[in-house]
């Protein structure tokens, strides 16, 4: 539980249980010093009063009228004064001093010091019969209202200590925590692939050399990312060249031969029907270079898309959605496409044209749906391309498949992001690219 405290809470605590445990020490101390120390206060009156019972007792055997002196005596007593005269003929009690009577101090206060018994009587003694006592009641309201006065004192000291003491720690951890909360939002930052901005340098020489360290770790991992982006970037740009020379090596030697091959299974079929040979084999052959050729553009089709640069991305993805459409017509497809696109050229229009293709390609093969919906939208300088559809979903380690990751690493190059979700029985495949990605990456200096 200690863990979970924030850093204030356990830089506070210790101090205010030190300060209060101080304050309960000073209360203990005065408890069991006190009394003694108001006894000893009081010691000196009291052996001075058993001297004024001893003359008293003097004077009376020496004195003629000794009842007459007594009175006299006890007529000389001021009420207010720690000395009264206690009769043994039944005459009314000298009253002790009520310390409840004290307004400044608090009855507590009185409890908690413990007051030990103070009063003390001498015997009056006359004709050698005992006639009274002289009783000694000290009055300790001003001793009381001192060590009031220094429990306070103490009290206020402990709050001022905490006070100043909390104050301290609360701008101490204020100016070791806020580099602290800098650095823990830039690790975020970088986590995130956010190296741009740096981390302030602030507080003491140790965060300050974590802050330093973490802005040279973004340094560093920005100018990863920026030779990663551009290998995959060239890594992308050859696998395109690939696909366009053998797109031209398909189109160029493979086309001509599927037409010669099918301009002669033509003339042998005008040749075979006077005679009335090879007619069906001539047909069949000739269906195959048919279906041979619709195979060889649809190869065409999928390496390079030639006419993106010809009728623009928008047109493109219209005519990839119509032949879906006429390949797979027990799927409804809907489609929201931005007419923005059109303005769209080079390797972005190409990405966002591989990843319609491949979405659709694997919702026709593998997601058994019955519906799907491609949206591409540009909004805030960002491309979002969405694919949807009612099919059973990717599997439970929704790993990218073979042409997917192809496309990750497409959306990768052009500093983008491509995900899987599984949303409401539906399946998204969203990619989010910066619409004003550039046609070339530079290389890393």
């Known amino acids: 539980m200690w863990r979970r405290l924030s850093f204030r809470t356990q830089l506070f605590l210790p101090l205010g249980a030190s300060l209060l445990a101080a304050l309960i020490l000073g209360g203990i101390l005065l408890q ?167 981390i302030p340098v602030g507080g003491p020489p140790e965060i300050r050399q974590s802050c330093e360290e973490a802005n040279a770790l973004a340094a560093t991992l920005a100018q990863l990312s920026q030779d990663n982006r551009y290998l995959m970037h060239r890594l992308v740009s050859l696998q395109d060249d690939e696909r366009r020379d053998l797109a031209r090596e398909l189109h160029d030697e493979l086309g001509p031969l599927l037409f010669s091959i099918r301009a002669g299974t033509i003339a042998l079929t005008d040749a075979s029907e006077p005679t009335g040979h090879l007619g069906n084999s001539a047909q069949d052959l000739l269906q195959s270079v048919e279906a041979l050729q619709q195979t060889n553009r649809r190869i065409l089709d999928r390496l390079r898309p030639l006419y993106i640069e010809e009728l623009g991305l928008s047109s493109s993805v219209q005519t990839l959605l119509r032949n879906f459409r006429k390949q797979a017509p027990h799927i409804v497809l809907t489609d929201a496409i931005d007419r923005d696109l059109s303005a769209i050229g080079g390797p972005l229009a190409q990405t966002v044209y591989r990843v319609i293709q491949e979405a659709l390609t694997n919702v026709l093969r593998h997601a058994n749906a019955g519906n799907a919906h491609v949206q591409a939208t540009v909004a805030d300088k960002t491309l979002v391309v969405e694919i949807s559809d009612d099919g059973g979903g990717f599997p439970a380690d929704n790993v990218f498949g073979r042409g997917l990751t192809g496309m990750h690493e497409r959306v990768r190059a052009l500093s983008g992001s491509l995900s899987l979700l599984r949303v409401d029985d539906r399946t998204y495949v969203r990619c989010r690219l910066p619409a004003e990605t550039m046609r070339d990456v530079p290389s890393p200096g």
């Open 32 to 198: 069991i010093f006190a009394p003694g120390q108001v006894a000893d206060e009081h010691e000196p009156a009291r052996r001075s009063i058993q001297t004024i019972a001893a003359a008293l007792n003097s004077t009376l055997r020496a004195s003629d009228n000794p009842q007459k002196t007594l009175d006299a005596f006890v007529q000389s007593l001021d009420a207010s004064t720690d000395i009264q005269f206690r009769r043994m003929d039944g005459g009314p009690p000298p009253s002790p001093k009520d310390l409840r009577n004290l307004k400044k101090v608090p009855q507590w206060f009185v409890n908690l010091i413990t007051i030990p018994e103070m009063e003390a009587a001498f015997p009056i003694v006359i004709d050698g019969r005992h006639v009274g006592d002289i009783v000694f009641f000290p009055d300790i309201s001003a001793d009381l209202f001192e060590k009031w006065i220094g429990f306070l004192a103490l009290t206020s000291l402990v709050a001022v200590l905490m006070v100043l003491t909390g104050t301290v720690a609360y701008v101490f951890a204020g100016s070791a925590l806020r580099p602290l909360q800098h650095l823990g939002d830039g690790l975020t930052r970088i986590r995130r692939g956010d190296y741009a901005r740096p």
